[in-house]
């Protein structure tokens, strides 16, 4: 059962961190939270299962429930969800604000910790999740009485099909269901169904998610990884940033206006890029490399490696290219989401 009291100081420590040191204890605190009321050790059962979506792969609860690990990104995530909210009840002073948040997992971890500081009267929350392990668990979790003033629904669909219900604004849509690289899981799709839903001045979270193509040596990138010291190859978020190849464009951004609603009819390629001349010499940087930048909201950003969702991925090697050779990338979801390579006069 949701208990509302223990959450309010854990809330204030999110809102007011402004380190990567605070961030990251915030997050700890609140890990420590949602595991009083979740066992992770689970195997061989639901909570390990994935479902496939027509956009990507749904993950398994227990992955879902491991998300809030993810500090940064649990934590900025909910600062820029929080002033999101504050500056739509501003935009909106008459209305009751309706947030939709698309794949919410078992604890709506990106949403149920500001609750304490929301007011009730003013916010309607659905919370949709394909997974009915998940959605199970939820519903148990937030039949508390302690949530009895707050309008909050669940639903068990598909939110790269899911239709908001046509008679009410749809205000604010929250959606973390990505890998890095946009590969693997369905952002791209869930964003091109939800994001033309939202009313002209609503706000899609994340605000925008930028790709952009480098040559680098891939082992040299800073990369987060599970069971290391987090940021431990990282100094500072301005560290982070710092890319070891060089940038050769910018491939695309995936935002509410530029959400891919109709390019996604075609999911063998939902994106293809211009073609690129490859390099001559590129012995200190033999990879083609994508890397991912996300816009939480206003200031709230993920830069490189600082989570797990803006680790680089690498596509290719330039070994495997002959010099001046063109290529381009494409982006397909036809099962899962992935990057590949066309080789010109080879396709
Ligand atoms: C990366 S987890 C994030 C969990 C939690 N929202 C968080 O941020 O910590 C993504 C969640 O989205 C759900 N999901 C993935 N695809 C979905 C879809 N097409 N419709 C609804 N939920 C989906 C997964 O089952 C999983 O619970």
Redesign the pocket.
């Known amino acids: 059962m949701f208990f509302i009291n223990p959450l309010k100081p854990i809330c204030k420590l999110i809102l007011e961190s402004s380190t990567v040191d605070s961030e990251c204890a915030a997050a700890d605190e609140l890990n420590l939270y949602f595991k009083n009321y979740f066992t992770l050790s689970s195997t061989g059962n639901d909570f390990n299962k994935?479902?496939m979506?027509?956009?990507?792969?749904?993950?398994?609860?227990k992955?879902?429930?491991f998300?809030?690990e993810?500090r940064l990104?649990?934590i900025r995530?909910i600062k820029g969800i929080y002033t999101a909210i504050q500056e739509l009840i501003i935009r909106f002073p008459n209305d009751n604000i309706n947030i939709l948040?698309?794949?919410?997992?078992?604890?709506?971890?990106?949403i149920t910790p500001l609750l304490p500081y929301l007011s009730p009267h003013k916010i309607s929350i659905t919370l949709?999740?394909?997974?009915p392990i998940?959605v199970e668990f939820i519903q148990q979790w937030m039949g508390s009485p302690d949530l009895k003033d707050y309008n909050i629904s669940i639903i068990n669909?598909?939110?790269?099909?899911?239709r908001f219900p046509d008679d009410q604004p749809l205000h604010l849509v929250?959606?973390?269901?990505?890998?890095n690289g946009l590969v693997r899981?369905?952002q791209l799709?869930?964003t091109a169904n939800l994001a033309t839903q939202l009313h002209k001045y609503g706000i899609l979270i994340p605000e925008s998610i930028n790709l952009s193509l480098a040559y680098s040596s891939f082992g040299n990138e800073p990369y987060l990884k599970h069971d290391l010291p987090i940021y431990n190859n990282i100094e500072s978020e301005s560290a982070g940033q710092k890319k070891y190849g060089i940038t050769i464009d910018e491939l695309f951004k995936l935002n509410k206006d530029n959400n891919f609603s109709e390019s996604i009819t075609n999911p063998t390629e939902v994106f293809v890029s211009k073609w690129y001349e490859a390099p001559e010499s590129f012995t200190d940087y033999p990879d083609v490399c994508i890397y991912t930048d996300i816009t939480i909201f206003k200031e709230q950003r993920l830069g490189l490696a600082s989570s797990y969702?803006t680790n680089p991925i690498c596509v290719h090697s330039l070994y495997n290219l002959f010099p001046k050779q063109y290529f381009r990338l494409v982006y397909s979801i036809t099962n899962e989401p992935i990057w590949h390579i066309e080789k010109k006069g080879s396709c």
Do not use: W
Request: with cysteine.
């Open positions: 994935e479902l979506t027509k956009g990507g792969i749904a993950i398994s609860m992955e879902a429930a998300c809030v993810d990104r649990t995530f948040y698309a794949g919410c997992g078992p604890f709506a971890t990106l949709l999740e394909i997974n998940s669909a598909d939110a790269t099909t899911y929250i959606t973390e269901t990505m890998f899981e369905p799709a869930v969702i």
